[in-house]
């Protein structure tokens, strides 16, 4: 317990796609595919990054509003096709796994608050050989998806820890606005979806250039 306290925080939750996971380029790419695919307008790089981390078919929406209501499940379908081509291509960002076992040897819980779906999240886990690694993690088809803070809530209440204990990281303002809403501190990451000037607004306690950044600022002040 003494240990415990002495730490600033008990909880630490991660994003996944573009904090853990370097997956936004691809992740944008089958967004613009897939609205190419059902007619829509194209977006740009920057607005089909903007919605990474939101759950699918919110971000899909955002990212094509000119596409119908009723095209929204092909889409959907389009997008995952798209993804799936490549997802095994994809890994985890340099020092994600050294950082991680750091973490978990000085008793933090580690969890993961997402916008992937459960399946998603759990095959990826798998892919890299992260079963286990986390104690939780919440999923954006399973409770309320970003900037709602119901996963944060969740992964709280299961784990009977106060806000004030628990840090969210992410590369959005997503990621940081559920974090402010959850009433929790938040860090940013400046290498994944979100242009951080948008951040500055929600208050993270560090914004990291790069894992081993991040890795440094968690031994220091977590």
């Known amino acids: 317990m003494s240990e415990s306290r002495s730490r600033r925080f008990d909880l630490i939750a991660f994003d996944w796609d573009g904090t853990l996971y370097d997956s936004t380029a691809c992740i944008v790419r089958s967004i613009q ?4 695919d059902v007619g829509g307008a194209i977006p740009s790089d920057e607005a089909a990054a903007w919605v990474i981390g939101m759950a699918l078919p919110d971000a899909l929406a955002k990212a094509a509003p000119d596409v119908r209501p009723d095209q929204y499940p092909e889409l959907v379908n389009r997008y995952r096709y798209h993804y799936l081509q490549h997802q095994d291509d994809l890994s985890l960002f340099n020092g994600v796994l050294p950082m991680l ?9 580690l969890a993961v608050a997402t916008g992937k779906s459960r ?6 886990l798998a892919a890299v050989e992260l079963r286990g690694m986390f104690d939780d993690s919440r999923t954006a088809d399973e409770t309320a ?7 944060l809530e ?5 784990w009977s820890i106060e806000p004030a204990r628990a840090l ?6 997503h990621d940081l606005e559920m974090a402010r809403a959850a009433g929790c501190a ?10 951080t000037r948008g ?3 929600l208050k993270p306690l560090h914004v990291a250039d790069s894992v081993a950044d991040l890795h440094q600022w968690l031994l220091q002040h977590a």
């Open 154 to 158: 969740e992964l709280m209440a299961q």
């Open 168 to 173: 969210m990281i992410g590369d959005t303002t």
């Open 101 to 109: 076992n750091d973490l978990r040897e000085r008793g933090y819980l």
């Open 145 to 151: 998806g970003k900037p709602h803070p119901l996963m």
């Open 33 to 36: 595919e897939a609205v190419r």
């Open 199 to 201: 951040f500055a607004a």
């Open 119 to 124: 399946r998603g999240l759990d095959h990826v």
């Open 186 to 195: 938040s860090v940013g990451v400046s290498y994944g979806a979100h242009d």
